[in-house]
């Protein structure tokens, strides 16, 4: 009996619309298809709702959807003996609202033939000579190519019966049959404009140009569960490097490999290990979320008031506000004061270099066969190997040198001169411009040859492998690398060509219109390549200039140079950490390390000294004559720096990020039998500097000069 009852339904449910014929069940086109199994009546819900003789006369629970059945019967009957004016069969129950026309048709027959019924009050339709348009006037100027504002395909701004406009905003335009599918797929609780997000105006145009509005929660609320993943807990590590060797989605509480999910989304987590937090601290923010702080940052700093006191339209003054997060940046005192912003993780840059060195295999050697003359070159060749891996420990062989590969392999003071050497030749390269602080240049050759991933790479391989940190980096380059460059509006100061400086200055000073256009015309080349380059700037427009010539000469034509050398700085998982922990490494990459002092370099060399007694007293004597040879070099009375002292003993011009392992230490030269030692050495390996035992400062101080400018 069920079958057979199932069976029954289901040939009712194919059975055709008695108004239409048509058996289409399409709810968004035709309205959802109505059964009363009672007396045998399938029915479009639309087809009922537009019928000029029937009206609901019951409860919502009689009949069809308040429509009683008697009173449908009589509508049938009446519809019967009217032919549709376009396909000519008999059954049209819908007629044009207006008095005077006599034109009858089907509501699909409608549709085809754009008609418009109106889904409100009395739900009227109208034939396609007497239906509602919309006013041509557009307020807003146009300007091709346009594009449906819910589809993204091209649209012609011309208004007709499958094109719409919005009555708020007047610059978002859609097709018919896209606004229809967003509205019943939206509802009325969300369906509004796309691009000034007005509910009611929009809604009352859209229901006048016959689009149906279901009185529903939106067709995304109302799925099964639609939210239950809200209730699960995000558990996964989405850090670059993940040292669990349990897997990402391990997770063990108040331990190191407990996940800590962002504070912010909860939608990304990492270990604590591998984001170097302490055992209790909560306060982790992902990469994608402190883009976000950094904007919402630069957004407070706006001054909305004086947006309020102008005489701007609020829409203007909205788009404003929504540009704010890069027009702040103009702002001098955000410029110079770099990464302070809500940085929730403090570490010190030696700990967190030291966490990434955990990667480094000392067991394995990458090996570096290097020319003192042609650094750059030499690290390049190795780091385009096939076979090149970060992991492995950096071995270092000056061709000028003897020594083999098995030897220098734990050679610290080779491997620290090997970068010293690089670092420097990388700041003074063509890949950067500027005087003390760079940015990246534009090298046509060095982005066919992928340099800028290279550089990156050679200064991650630096810091992580216990070499120097950069210290060169603009405010403005170390701002793209941290939060991208498209988030970076740069200044005037920026600009390292002083040629192009003083012109494009030029046109910020202009305070007429016959300077400004003086401006431009000596800046003309500059304007051109930047497509700026228009007769109609006024002193209104000067900002926008301003801003366009240096976006385009600082960021948008270095897009791919500054995209690639921040793929280089992935290596090791460098960039992340930066990303994590920008306070700590601003000052490793936009400031040199601070100069170097008698007493400082002095407080760094441990003094091994004899138990001996006389020797004791002999080595006492030394170290005076050291501390004021130190002295002399600092008040440049000395051949010898004190940076030089320090890359004699150390093959460091300064203090490593990561420190010195093992730390610099002095031992003293004495005599074996009749063979005296005269002059220092430097054992960079061990950090080691051994002093010869002298009698007087001036030989003390000749034998150092002599022995220091020799080796270096």
């Known amino acids: 009996m069920k079958k057979n009852k199932r069976a029954e339904v289901e040939n009712i449910q194919n059975q055709p619309c008695v108004f239409c014929k048509l058996p289409d069940d399409c709810p968004e086109k035709y309205g959802e298809k109505k059964t009363c199994l009672k007396h045998n009546i399938t029915l479009h819900y639309f087809c009922l709702l537009m019928s000029s003789g029937v009206y609901q006369r019951g409860e919502e629970n009689e009949g069809i959807c308040g429509f009683l059945v008697e009173d449908i019967q009589k509508e049938i009957n009446r519809s019967s003996k009217l032919a549709c004016h376009f396909c000519k069969k008999r059954g049209a129950s819908v007629g044009c609202s207006v008095k005077e026309c006599r034109k009858s048709f089907h509501f699909p027959c409608g549709l085809k033939k754009e008609c418009i019924f109106q889904f409100t009050e009395m739900f009227p339709s109208f034939c396609w000579i007497h239906r509602p348009v919309q006013s041509t006037a557009v307020s807003s100027r146009l300007s091709g190519p346009y594009s449906c504002t819910i589809c993204l395909e091209f ?112 939608s990304r987590g990492t270990h604590r290990s591998c984001s170097s937090l302490k055992r209790l601290q909560e306060n982790w923010v992902c990469t994608e979320c402190r883009a976000i702080i950094h904007k919402t940052g630069t957004l407070q700093r ?58 480094i295999n000392p067991l ?37 040198t003897r020594t083999s590969f098995e030897i220098v392999a734990n050679n610290h003071g080779q491997r620290r001169e090997f970068l010293r050497l690089l670092m420097h030749k990388l700041e003074n390269s063509s890949l950067f411009e500027g005087s003390c602080s760079k940015n990246l240049a534009l090298d046509p050759q060095a982005v066919r040859e992928d340099l800028y991933y290279d550089a990156g790479r050679m200064i991650g391989l630096s810091l992580v492998h216990g070499g120097p940190a950069p210290g060169f980096f603009s405010k403005m380059l170390f701002n793209c690398v941290l939060y991208g460059p498209e988030n970076i509006v740069p200044t005037l100061e920026d600009l390292a060509d002083a040629c192009a400086k003083q012109k494009v200055k030029k046109i910020e000073e202009a305070l007429t219109q016959d300077e400004l256009q003086t401006a431009i015309k000596e800046a ?66 936009c400031h040199k390390p601070q100069k170097l002092t008698s007493v400082k370099l002095g407080d760094l060399f441990t003094v091994h000294f004899s138990h001996d007694g006389n020797r004791k007293l002999r080595e006492t004597k030394v170290i005076g004559f050291w501390r004021q040879y130190l002295q002399d070099c600092e008040d440049s009375a000395c051949p010898v720096s004190l940076e030089t002292i320090l890359v004699f003993a150390t093959a460091a011009d300064a203090v490593p990020p990561m420190g010195f392992v093992p730390e610099p230490s002095i031992e003293f030269l004495h005599s074996q039998g009749q063979l005296q030692e005269m002059f220092p050495q430097g054992e960079t390996s061990f950090n080691s500097l051994k002093l010869p035992i002298v009698q007087t400062y001036e030989e003390f101080r000749r034998n150092m000069d002599y022995a220091i400018c020799y080796s270096i």
Not at 304 to 326: D, F, G, H, I, Y
Not at 372 to 390: H, N
């Open 155 to 266: 649209i012609e701004p011309a208004l007709s019966y499958s094109v719409l406009k919005c009555p708020c905003c007047n610059s978002s335009w859609f097709h018919r049959d896209c606004v229809q599918h967003q509205a019943y797929s939206a509802g009325m609780f969300f369906f509004r404009c796309t691009i000034c997000n007005n509910k009611d105006k929009f809604q009352q145009e859209m229901l006048r140009m016959g689009i149906y509005i279901p009185e529903r929660d939106a067709s995304w609320e109302l799925e099964e569960n639609a939210y239950s993943e809200l209730l699960q807990s995000y558990q996964h590590c989405d850090v670059r490097h993940c040292f669990c060797r349990k897997g990402r989605e391990y997770s063990q509480p108040d331990s190191k490999w407990e996940i800590v999910r962002c504070q912010y989304c909860g």
């Open 302 to 359: 706006t001054s909305v008031s004086s947006l309020a006191s102008s005489p701007m339209k609020n829409e203007t003054a909205k788009q404003l506000l929504k540009r704010s997060p890069k027009g702040s940046r103009l702002s001098a005192p955000y410029h110079r004061d770099i990464p302070s912003r809500q940085s929730l993780q403090t570490l010190p840059a030696m700990e967190i270099l030291k966490e990434l060195e955990v990667q």
């Open 364 to 400: 394995e050697f990458t090996r570096f066969t290097i020319n003192k003359e042609d650094v750059f070159r030499g690290a390049l060749c190795t780091l385009k190997r096939k076979g090149f891996d970060p992991h492995h420990l950096i071995a270092v062989k000056f061709t000028n």
């Open 524 to 589: 003309s080349e500059y304007l051109a390549v930047a497509g700026c380059l228009r007769p109609d700037w006024t002193l209104c427009d000067k900002e926008i200039l301003m801003k366009d010539i240096l976006n385009f000469h600082l960021i948008t034509r270095m897009h791919v140079p500054i995209q690639r050398f921040c793929e280089g700085l992935k290596i090791l998982g460098l960039l992340e950490k930066i990303q994590l922990f920008p306070e700590a490494f601003a000052e490793l990459f």
